[in-house]
């Protein structure tokens, strides 16, 4: 087991994958990657994923939007400035 994978598994068992401070700033990330993907105008959002989602759109990275009570993810039109 390298280092990196130890570490990785520790901070797994010790905060569990939800609660790693980490995992919702990449995740937020990503979906701000996938949007700037051409054809990717929306991602859909499923299960336990909204509380992340919301927390995105409050700071910045993507618009949260419904369609028929559906949420899923927009690109922000201008993307806020990060300090």
Known sequence: MTPSSFIAALRTQLLG?????LARF???RQQRRLLGVPGH??????GA???????????GY?????MDGLPYL??????AARA
């Open 62 to 66: 993507f618009e949260v939007e419904r």
């Open 17 to 21: 994958s939800a609660w790693d401070p």
């Open 49 to 59: 994923a909204g509380p992340w989602a919301a927390w995105g759109e409050h700071h």
């Open 74 to 79: 927009r690109a922000i039109a201008t993307p």
């Open 41 to 46: 105008a929306v991602i859909w959002i499923r």
């Open 26 to 28: 990449a995740w937020c």
